[in-house]
């Protein structure tokens, strides 16, 4: 199986909201809720910001959300704030074989 | 305060090997299912394996990429988790993080190292 799909890049205004999306297949994304999101700054570990498509760790803002729809996940970052300039990366289970797939990576850029 | 670090990156030539450590601390290691990580430099993140808890036999699973080269294994009482690399690969190359998986947040990475630097070249 192949990684999931994100775009390369999006960007967007401060205050303004903005969606990732993450496209994978029936057999993974389609197929099981358990989708995650992970912030990455540059130089920095990944931080995990969703979990189980929709969820949020304690602690992480709630302009933060996700949603699937069929094989495409996403997410929106809304009130976007500069501190939001950072990779994103989706995640999701692919079954007992493959087991992991990540996304290839989306950087948002806060004009 | 819950804490992963890695150790052992380095400098191998293609065909070589490396064993990488991960030293855990502020949490009990044994109740927790161990992934590693990997990003070469520029590019996205990897899924490299897994071993599952004590409950669980510690069983392991690895992706296609690297089965048949690379060990995970772990010593739950140094609170230490190792990655052994064999028959490395210049595409090996990359930032390798240890992980938590499904630790206080089900099915997600919750738990992440700062990551230690693997370069595979002659």
């Known amino acids: 199986q192949s990684a999931l799909t994100q775009p390369a890049s999006v960007s967007g205004s401060p205050g303004q909201s903005i969606t990732i999306s993450c496209t994978g297949t029936?057999?993974?994304?389609?197929?099981?809720?358990?989708v995650s999101w992970y912030q990455q700054h540059p130089g920095k570990a990944p931080k995990l910001i969703i979990y189980e498509v929709s969820k949020r760790p304690s602690g992480v803002s709630n302009r933060f959300s996700g949603s699937k729809s069929d094989n495409t996940a996403s997410l929106t970052i809304s009130g976007l704030q500069a501190e939001d300039e950072a990779d994103y990366y989706c995640c999701s289970y692919a079954g007992s074989f493959t087991f992991v797939l990540f996304g290839g990576g989306t950087k948002l850029t806060v004009l | 305060e819950v804490q992963l670090a890695e150790s052992g990156g380095g400098l191998v030539q293609p065909g070589g090997s490396l064993r990488l450590s991960c030293a855990a601390s502020g949490f009990t290691l044994t109740d927790h299912y161990m992934d590693w990580v990997r990003q070469a430099p520029g590019k996205g993140l990897e899924w490299v394996g897994r071993t599952r808890n004590q409950a669980n036999s510690y069983s392991t699973e690895y992706a296609a990429s690297v089965k048949g080269r690379f060990s995970i294994s772990r010593d739950d009482s140094q609170k230490s988790l190792y990655l052994q690399m064999n028959s490395l690969k210049p595409e090996d190359t990359a930032v390798y993080y240890c992980?938590?998986?499904?630790?206080?947040?089900?099915?997600?990475?919750?738990?992440w190292g700062q990551g230690t630097m693997v370069t595979v070249s002659s």
């Open positions: 029936s057999y993974d994304v389609g197929n099981y809720n358990l």
């Open positions: 992980t938590v998986y499904s630790g206080s947040y089900p099915d997600a990475f919750d738990m």
